[in-house]
């Protein structure tokens, strides 16, 4: 649902659904409940965050223009802010059940690409911080995102 407002310029648009399930798993892993935002706000957040990345990728690629500023992108209603105990609960359950399931399912190599991936580096920094082919990444990247999508 996040990443339907956008299209991605020469791509397919399973890649931005992956793009999203990248920014759900980096909601996962840094959500933060002292932070004051629910869950699921954080969530949607870093999805999009992540599809419009994936957008402004896409279109340095291509040369194309885009028209996304960074404020637009920190704009959260206070609404969003506001938490009651249990959906504090219900959020803590939820971030450890997707996290134990998704850890459970991918090797040592993949899980250290993930982490790289969600820090930010590139395919050739995580090969030469893994000591690894670009290639072997590349296919790392490949197998994290069919189990995501199998284990949603």
Same mark, same amino acid.
């Given at each position: 649902?996040? =990443? !339907? ?32 935002? !629910? ?10 965050? !992540? ?6 990728a ?16 920190? *704009? =959260? ?8 105990? *249990? ?7 939820? =971030? ?6 998704? *850890? ?21 920094e ?19 995102r069919?189990?995501? !999508?199998?284990?949603?």
């Open positions: 649902m996040c =990443v !339907r407002p956008y299209f991605l310029v020469g791509g397919d648009g399973e890649d931005l659904i992956q793009e999203g399930m990248l920014g759900l798993l980096s909601a996962i892993r840094s959500f933060d409940e002292t932070r004051g935002a !629910r869950f699921e706000t954080y969530a949607e957040l870093c999805i999009r965050r !992540r599809a419009i990345s994936a957008v402004r896409y279109a340095l690629r291509d040369n194309v223009k885009d028209e996304f500023s960074p404020e637009s992108l920190l *704009e =959260v209603p206070v609404a969003y802010l506001l938490r009651d105990p *249990e959906e504090l609960v219900i959020a803590r359950e939820r =971030v450890h059940e997707l996290t134990a399931g998704i *850890e459970s399912s991918l090797s040592k190599l993949e899980s250290n690409v993930l982490r790289l991936y969600l820090e930010g580096y590139t395919y050739s995580m090969s030469e911080k893994l000591d690894k082919s670009y290639k072997s990444v590349e296919n790392a990247i490949s197998r994290i069919m189990k995501a !999508r199998a284990f949603y």
